[in-house]
């Protein structure tokens, strides 16, 4: 009993590390590029959004100037903000190192 409840927290553990980004909790690149296309692939209802791209270009000088830690921090920020201001089915995904 106790080893089938813990190969299923295991199965989940690597579902999310390998679903979302550690640092920002968004979707990896891959799984967000693979929801985005499923979404566009559909058959039938209304296909109508927007795709928004950011790219923080001062990133790397936060990161130069302050460090690595307030440079996450600045992902992790920005990764919030944009979570608050989007609809709950909404995809957000880092789409590379600096880049929503």
């Known amino acids: 009993g106790w ?3 813990e190969i299923r927290r ?3 553990e690597l579902t999310r590390s390998g679903t979302f980004d550690q640092l920002t909790g968004c979707l990896n690149g891959k799984v967000f590029t693979s929801m ?3 979404r566009a692939a559909r058959p039938v209802g209304p296909r109508s959004g927007a795709f928004l791209v950011i ?3 001062h990133l790397a000088s936060i990161n130069l100037r302050f460090g690595l830690e307030w440079g996450d921090e600045a ?3 920005i990764a919030s903000a944009i979570r608050s201001a989007v609809r709950k089915d909404d ?3 880092r ?3 600096s880049m929503f």
């Open 10 to 12: 295991y199965r989940q």
């Open 55 to 57: 790219h923080p270009q």
């Open 91 to 93: 995809l957000i995904g």
């Open 75 to 77: 992902l992790r920020l």
């Open 3 to 5: 080893q089938q409840i």
């Open 95 to 97: 789409l590379g190192t």
């Open 36 to 38: 985005v296309d499923r």
